[in-house]
């Protein structure tokens, strides 16, 4: 079956340091969403691509970078983590741009990230 | 002003009950308008959509969309302990990127 995975599930890391989360997806979807949830916020968007060599700035990108050199992949960096980026990070694809009707988001399980 | 403001809760219902769940939102080019469920420390899953107003059903399930109130609805049917989880609104329009709420925990005990 397809699916979307995310790695790592958990990760501690200090302040400063450089972090790249990874989603591979085998749906062959076009479209790649960085998401990250946090209470009081729900989902809030980070990067997007609507195909290889394609991203695009979400509503809270500062701080993050994506880069997409094929369809399955969509790697999420932090390129100096700070304790606000403590978070869970949901990756998701979709057939059709922004996920509608049959081009539904497709999410993974989520990294966790604690940044101290 | 958030584009699509959900209350949080949570909501606790027994067994049984028919739930409500909502959402406002400020946009009015939003067309599209679906809800996404969450199970704890798991990924959203798509549970509904609906295209511009109206009602669609599924199973226990019903959505409901008044765009004249800019006002969306899911309504769950005789609520089980296996539908505790959160309950996102997303919309969307041209642009076909969703906004998301920031989701509606509901915990039905038995």
């Known amino acids: 079956d397809a699916e979307i995975t995310q790695s790592p599930r958990h990760k501690i890391t200090e302040t400063g340091r450089q972090v790249t989360l990874a989603c591979h997806q085998t749906w062959n979807h076009n479209n790649m969403f960085w998401y990250r949830q946090d209470l009081g916020h729900g989902l809030r968007l980070i990067h997007y691509?609507?195909?290889?060599?394609?991203?695009n700035k979400g509503e809270v990108s500062d701080g993050y970078s994506v880069s997409r050199s094929n369809t399955e992949d969509l790697p999420l960096t932090l390129e100096s983590a700070a304790s606000s980026q403590t978070s869970v990070y949901f990756c998701a694809s979709s057939a059709l741009a922004g996920g509608i009707g049959t081009g539904e988001l497709f999410f993974g399980e989520g990294s966790r990230l604690t940044v101290l | 002003q958030k584009e699509v403001e959900q209350d949080p809760g949570p909501l606790s219902v027994p067994e049984g009950a028919i739930v409500s769940l909502n959402c406002t939102y400020s946009n009015s080019a939003f067309q599209y308008f679906m809800w996404y469920r969450q199970y704890s420390r798991k990924g959203p899953e798509l549970l509904m959509y609906t295209y511009s107003s109206g009602n669609k059903e599924d199973g226990r399930f019903t959505a409901q969309v008044d765009k004249s109130s800019k006002y969306i609805s899911l309504f769950i049917r005789d609520s089980q302990p296996s539908d505790s989880a959160t309950y996102l609104c997303a919309m969307s329009h041209a642009s076909y990127i969703p906004t998301f709420g920031r989701g509606t925990s509901l915990i039905v005990h038995p």
């Open positions: 691509s609507y195909g290889v060599q394609d991203t």
